[in-house]
């Protein structure tokens, strides 16, 4: 019952209206031919892809799940995946925005990030297998040998071969320092991996005939913690000289989690018995190697639910323009019928709203910041390049965490619209709400990514990185101050920005007395930040909407209409954040662990 299609018209007024994307990309020598042309063909297509043939196998791929035969260890994907796959490398969508050098079409990154919006909003458990490939070919590319580049870039780039990245142990997430897999060795300069690895995404699988695992472990004489940690290409089969495949690697999936979602991906435990592997960088710098695919990881979870955010608030719209429940307040609605289409109450039309405004706010961070990517890899400005690191670092922990906490929220009013009927499985609802759960928690705790943001990002470099944002912030409000129709815009975006200033200063200052203070205050703290981003492209879609509201076309009077209520609504919750992230430690510390 549940329907998908494409925002092609939200991508395009973003990238053509509010960020000029073409004009920024002619300022890259990779991109300068990229025109609004190609851009809108590449998603057009795109979009088909994503709602004619992954969207069609979501509900059933979640229901049937994967199957593992412990026999052989071989994973088999539900029914219609492998057969999408193979469309999907047959259409060139793995090579979209991957290096010429290796097969790749050289597109920018800011197109796969619409790109995969789409994916996601079709099937969030299938695009994690080309999703995490992708990430392998990222940390490849950073850190890989010319002879590694060489034989595994171009099979990745064409999706001929999936990738994956096993960090987890079984007694150790989030804190790899822990971890006890360990490196032999050889004569040959190749290694011995031997260990266990869990909650491994896409792990296992019949998508594709070779899987390359980047693998952390530990070299004999390795310094303890996380300075000890060594990154290893091991591929499923071994790869001959010719490039052809060879024998079979001893490293099988022992198990499949059984989950509360995403459960058409193999989430595999794989268990590493002197499995072949090569090193990728440095001996005992692992994390700086396997960074580049965890950062993208984290801002492709962030895509996987901007696209549940999507087709969750598309199907509840359409099904709240149906569903007839009781008369408005106000007065009859619909007369001619029993009682009144259900959008015409106004919290379900809050519901809606939020779910929208989370969505289009998202859309236009996510895009902007992969734009951002594109000029930190390919600008000829040695300065342009370390303002888009800069700012991107700063904003990765944000698009994880943020986005991935809205997208809960909206998924969760999305099914609240259906009622009763959005608990039921076949209206698709309550998967979305399930699949949306594990973003909150996988590639770094949303905790984590507030830690992250206020003690690394913010206090760690003396709020360097912020103020760059700031200013962006400042010089859109300074430029805009005269305008009398951008004050209900203007005025509460220059207040967050002023408010998280002074709280930055407040909370820098605790943490000299006490660093617990970060980790009391970290999880507010990034809420409001991710609402001063927000409010910022949400300003900027206004001032777009409100030049051209009169041009007859209703997408400006709907944009406004969405603007309006994200200012009045929910950038709000601000107030309250604050006010919580001021109270401290004490509270939190308090209570002796006994008595828990």
């Known amino acids: 019952m549940a329907t998908y ?65 412990k026999t052989t260890h071989e994973v088999k994907a539900p029914t219609g995946f492998k057969e999408a796959y193979a469309q999907y490398v047959e259409g060139g969508w793995p090579a979209l925005s991957c290096d010429p050098e290796y097969g790749g079409q050289g597109l920018p990154l800011v197109i796969n990030q619409c790109m995969y919006e789409m994916m996601n909003s079709g099937n969030q458990a299938w695009t994690m297998y080309p999703g995490l490939s992708h990430g392998a070919y990222e940390a490849l590319h950073a850190h890989g040998t010319p002879e590694q580049k060489a034989t595994f870039l171009p099979k990745l780039t064409s999706g001929q071969w999936t990738g994956t990245m096993c960090l987890t142990e079984p007694h150790c997430g989030t804190d790899l320092g822990m971890l006890r897999s360990k490196a032999e060795p050889q004569a040959d300069g190749s290694y011995k991996i031997t260990g266990q690895k869990i909650f491994i995404s896409a792990g296992e699988h019949d998508l594709a005939e070779n899987i390359v695992h980047l693998v952390l472990a530990r070299l004999p004489d390795a310094p303890v913690g996380s300075k000890g940690i060594s990154l290893f290409l091991v591929p499923k089969f071994l790869v001959n000289a010719d490039g052809s495949l060879g024998a079979r690697n001893p490293v099988f999936c022992t198990g499949l989690e059984h989950k509360m979602g995403i459960h058409g991906n193999a989430t595999a435990q794989i268990n590493l018995d002197g499995a072949i592997g090569t090193l990728v960088g440095q001996p005992n710098k692992g994390l700086a190697a396997m960074f580049v695919m965890m950062n993208a990881a984290r801002l492709g979870v962030g895509n996987q639910s901007l696209g549940l955010t999507e087709v969750a608030y598309q199907n509840a719209v359409a099904y709240a323009k149906d569903r007839i429940q009781m008369r408005a307040l106000s007065g009859p609605k619909n007369p001619e019928l029993p009682a009144d289409k259900i959008i015409h109450h106004p919290d379900v039309r809050k519901m809606l709203l939020t779910a929208r405004a989370y969505a289009e706010g998202g859309r236009a961070f996510a895009i902007w910041t992969a734009l951002q990517i594109d000029k930190e890899l390919h600008s000829d400005d040695e300065d342009e390049r370390k303002e888009s690191a800069d700012l991107v670092a700063l904003l990765t922990p944000i698009i994880k965490a943020f986005i991935t906490d809205n997208a809960w929220i909206a998924t969760s009013h999305c099914m609240q619209v259906f009622g009763g009927h959005g608990y039921v499985k076949e209206w698709g609802m309550e998967q979305y709400v399930r699949d949306a759960r594990i973003n909150m928690i996988y590639e770094g705790t949303n905790t984590i990514q507030s830690l992250d943001l206020l003690g690394r990002k913010v206090l760690g470099d003396n709020g360097k990185k912020l103020k760059a944002f700031g200013k962006l912030v400042q010089t859109f409000v300074e430029d805009e101050g005269t305008n009398e129709a951008m004050q209900e815009f203007i005025n509460p975006l220059a207040d967050v920005g002023d408010k998280l200033t002074k709280l930055t200063t407040e909370l820098g200052m605790k943490a000299f007395g006490n660093a617990d203070e970060v980790g009391a205050a970290a999880v507010d703290y990034l809420r409001v930040a991710g609402h001063l981003v927000f409010a910022y492209f949400w300003a900027r879609m206004a001032k777009v909407a409100l030049e051209k509201q009169n041009a007859g076309d209703p997408f400006y009077t709907a944009k406004l209409a969405t603007a309006r209520f994200y200012f009045a609504k929910l950038l709000p919750e601000t107030a309250g954040l604050i006010r919580t992230a001021r109270t401290g430690l004490a509270p939190l510390m308090e209570m002796d662990e006994a008595l828990f």
Request: hydrophobic letters at 40%; aromatic letters at 4%; a negative charge.
């Open 5 to 69: 299609t494409p925002p092609l018209r939200d991508m395009q007024f973003v990238l053509h209206e509010v960020l000029n994307v073409t004009d920024e990309l002619k300022l890259l020598p990779r991109h300068a031919d990229v025109d609004a042309d190609t851009i809108n063909a590449v998603l057009e297509e795109g979009g088909k892809f994503a709602s004619q043939v992954l969207f069609p196998i979501n509900i059933s791929g979640d229901t049937e799940g994967c199957t593992l035969d």
